[in-house]
């Protein structure tokens, strides 16, 4: 890293916290972990009622799923 100012990782952290707010529809302006608390209840009563739960990925409101992929994760090498 040549300058001492930049943090790489502090980008890619705000640029996954952006995808996983819009990808869960949430507010940016409000508590994420309240939100996600919300989320998961509501889940736990759509499933006690009977009704349909989303599945992992992304929710079918999001257009652009192709916005969300992308090359550049993190890999770990296993011996």
């Known amino acids: 890293?040549?300058?001492p100012d930049q943090?790489?990782?502090i980008d890619l952290h705000a640029s996954l916290?952006?995808?996983v707010t819009e990808a869960y529809g949430f507010n940016?302006?409000?508590d994420?972990?309240?939100q996600l608390l919300a989320l998961?209840?509501?889940v736990a009563r759509n499933e006690k009622e009977g009704k349909p739960v989303q599945p992992p990925g992304l929710p079918a409101f999001v257009k652009n799923k192709e916005d969300y992929v992308s090359g550049d994760?993190?890999?770990?090498?296993?011996e």
């Open 1 to 3: 890293m040549n300058n």
């Open 7 to 9: 943090y790489p990782i």
């Open 17 to 19: 916290d952006k995808a």
């Open 28 to 30: 940016e302006k409000e």
């Open 32 to 34: 994420v972990l309240a």
């Open 40 to 42: 998961n209840l509501q």
């Open 73 to 78: 994760c993190v890999r770990f090498e296993w």
